[in-house]
């Protein structure tokens, strides 16, 4: 009777959420972290469930108990995550290391200590760095929730636990653990803040997708020009029936968008016996686009707009006209009046005269200097 209710509870059981990969970080954690806890310290483990999950802060704090060893975790971005480590688990790993061999039974009744964490944190940083490798490795490092965090030496209780977490949701990951064949089992547990994405400028977000953009079609159509033509002629249109065109539509093609949206003007050409455009100075929407062509187009021969001729220099004056004197000057210059007259060349304007001065001196006899 009871096997049939057993298999009836298993049926009406509600089904289990499935975490994409977690069948496989289970199976890296079950050959990990016996052969870590064997090689560190002698140490049977078997790894039991592994539990995937998501929780409010509320829940995760009211799963913690208050014998339960609490490290704090951060990450690059200085996200907090905890690391806790069960009674008893944390007892079988003091028992080991202490006196060699793990007893069997309940652990103590006691809080954890700040000694507590120093003695058990080499065992938990080889099982998470390892496991953080092999995650890794495999691509699994989205499934694996405490990748890139790293511990802190520092112990918390219940109430320091509290404050350090974010108001967030938090991925859980709960591994059970049996030691020494079963003489006690454990649990260490993991909750990581689940983060939202980051918001990208309008910047970064241009440079992340700019090489998708690159392969994806932008369909284009040239317009040479629009022609109004009667209904009743559109009707009898027909194969080689010829529709005048202005010459200057030649030079005012407009390049648009599958929706009629205005790119750039262009003027029609040909390259290698096809038919092509040449984008125009100045686009349409004020963007400068010139140098650009579609097809590869080249301007025919004669299309580029000629630089205007230079005038003809002057030609140099004759020399006799430069010394004539019948040159009438180019205008009429204003008389300048009140000015006196400038002396002659050869010094002989009339100078005044200068007044007599008196005669210098006679020298003082001075007598005659020592020898």
Known sequence: MSEAVSALRKKTAPAKTAVPGGASIGAILRKLMPRVADQAMALDVMVGEVKFGTSSKSDVMADLGDNDLIYLMEDQRETRAICVVKPGLLAALIEKQVSGRVSEGAPPDRVATRTDGIVVADIVDRWTEAAQIAAVDDGLDDVLPFVGFRRFDRVLNKRNTDLSLDPVDFRTLSIELSLEGGAKTGELCFAVPVVEPELLS???????????????????????????????????????????????????????????????????????????????????????????????AMPEPGAMARTPALPEPLAPMSPDLVDSPDIDPPGDFPALDGLPDLPAADGTADLPELPDLPDLPELLDLPDLPN
């Not at 009707?235 to 599958?258: C, F, H, R, Y």
Request: charged share 20%; no cysteine; proline share 4%.
């Open 202 to 296: 309008p910047v970064t977000a241009k440079n992340r997708i700019h090489k998708h953009l690159a392969e994806i079609e932008a369909p284009m159509v040239a317009i040479l020009t629009r022609v109004p033509v009667a209904m009743e002629r559109v009707k009898k249109l027909a194969v080689d029936d010829v529709i005048d065109v202005p010459i200057s539509a030649l030079m005012n093609v407009q390049l648009e968008g599958t929706n009629g949206h205005k790119i750039i003007r262009a003027r029609l050409g040909q390259l290698n016996g096809k038919k092509a455009v040449r984008l125009s100075f100045g686009a349409i929407g004020g963007e400068a686009a010139a140098g650009l062509s579609v097809l590869g």
